[in-house]
C-alpha cells in the first residue's frame, strides 16, 4: 500500500503523537515507500525493531499523521560514550511519504523530538545524514569528530552532532555505541 495522496498539507491539520506498536504495519510501508530500493527493506527492518524492542529501552519515537494515516515517523534512541551511557542520543531513521515530502512534515517530527530530549535533560544528539538538511536544526561535523561512530562511515561527512544544553559541553570524544537494531554495517 502507498501512502502517498493528492492532498494539499496546507489545509489539513497534521497531528503529532508518540507511535505506538499498533502503528508496525503503517511505519513499515511509510519506509519501504520512502527509501530507496537498495536500503529500504533494512531501513524499515530497523524502524520496526526500535518501535518493539523492550531491551532497547528509553527511545522516542514519533509520527506525524493526515487524517489518521502516518505520513511520517521518526526515532532517536540512547547511545553510550565509552560505555558511559545518559545524556546523549541518535536520530534515526526518518522518514516521510514520497507524497508529503518538501512540506515540512520532516522538519516538524525532528523538532518535536529535539525539543522534547532537550526537556529530558538530554545533551548531546548524534546524526548521520545529508549536512544539508541537518545542518538547519544546528547539526555539525566538526563537533561530531572526536566520536568514532559505531560502524565504519560510507560517507563521513554526514556524521555530525548537535549540542542542545544551554551552555557548550566539555565534548572529549570516544567510542559510540548504538542499540542493537542500529549496529548494523548496511546502515553506515
Known amino acids: 500500500m502507498i501512502l502517498t495522496s493528492d492532498l494539499d498539507i496546507r489545509q489539513a491539520t497534521i497531528k503529532l503523537r508518540p507511535?505506538?506498536?499498533a502503528d508496525r504495519h503503517a511505519i513499515h510501508q511509510l519506509y519501504l515507500s520512502a527509501f530507496a530500493e537498495d536500503e529500504r527493506t533494512d531501513v524499515a527492518a530497523v524502524a520496526l525493531e526500535l518501535l518493539g524492542d523492550e531491551a532497547v529501552g528509553g527511545n522516542l519515537t514519533l509520527?506525524?499523521?493526515v487524517d489518521q494515516r502516518i505520513i511520517g515517523h521518526v526515532s532517536f534512541s540512547p547511545v553510550a560514550i565509552n560505555g558511559i551511557s545518559g545524556g546523549a542520543f541518535i536520530l534515526a531513521p526518518l522518514a516521510v511519504d514520497p507524497g508529503f515530502q518538501g512540506q515540512g512534515i520532516g522538519c516538524r517530527l525532528v523538532q518535536e523530538g529535539l525539543a522534547k530530549l532537550s526537556e529530558a535533560g538530554i545533551d548531546q544528539v548524534f546524526v548521520y545524514g545529508d549536512p544539508a538538511y541537518y545542518g538547519r536544526f544546528g547539526f555539525h561535523a566538526a563537533?561530531?569528530?572526536?566520536?568514532?561512530?559505531p560502524q565504519q562511515l560510507e560517507y563521513p561527512f554526514g556524521w555530525q552532532l548537535l549540542n542542545l544544553g544551554a551552555s557548550p559541553v566539555d565534548l572529549k570524544g570516544g567510542q559510540l555505541t548504538v542499540v542493537a537494531?542500529?549496529?548494523k554495517p548496511c546502515l553506515w
Open 143 to 149: 563537533p561530531a569528530e572526536p566520536f568514532a561512530p
Open 19 to 21: 507511535a505506538d506498536d
Open 181 to 183: 537494531p542500529l549496529n
Open 63 to 65: 509520527v506525524a499523521l
